[in-house]
């Protein structure tokens, strides 16, 4: 089991930046790929990115492409979304979540994620 807590979220205005973790509990952390995903009120929980259990592969959706960056620290258990050029587009509620490692799925598979954070709202203003 993996228990996942996200931290970060807040209000911030277009252009600025804000750096999302996600802590996670348990042993095996560092056999899990983590991924980010966000929604907004009636629209389906979309893929933003995620990093391998090694962090040597990483992916992206089009829309964060450049501006949004994914890291873990293994050693500490945590994930972090740093976001960058943030637009109002943006805002969002922003999840973590964890799925065992599997090279031959891609990330963005939403359903393959077993463990899934309470969520952190990121608000930018125009």
């Known amino acids: 089991q993996v228990q996942l807590v996200e931290s970060g979220g807040g209000l911030v205005q277009a252009g600025g930046s804000l750096r999302l973790s996600c802590a996670a509990s348990?042993?095996?952390?560092?056999?899990?790929?983590m991924g980010w995903f966000r929604q907004t009120p009636g629209k389906e929980r979309e893929f933003v990115g995620a990093i391998g259990w090694s962090s040597s592969i990483t992916s992206y959706a089009d829309s964060v492409k450049g501006r949004f960056t994914i890291s873990r620290d293994n050693a500490k258990n945590t994930v972090y979304l740093q976001m960058n050029s943030l637009k109002p587009e943006d805002t969002a509620v922003y999840y973590c979540?964890?799925?065992?490692?599997?090279?031959?799925?891609?990330?963005?598979?939403?359903?393959?994620?077993?463990?899934w954070g309470q969520g952190t709202q990121v608000t930018v203003s125009s």
């Open positions: 979540a964890g799925r065992v490692t599997n090279s031959f799925r891609r990330f963005s598979r939403r359903d393959d994620y077993a463990y």
């Open positions: 348990g042993r095996t952390f560092s056999s899990y790929d």
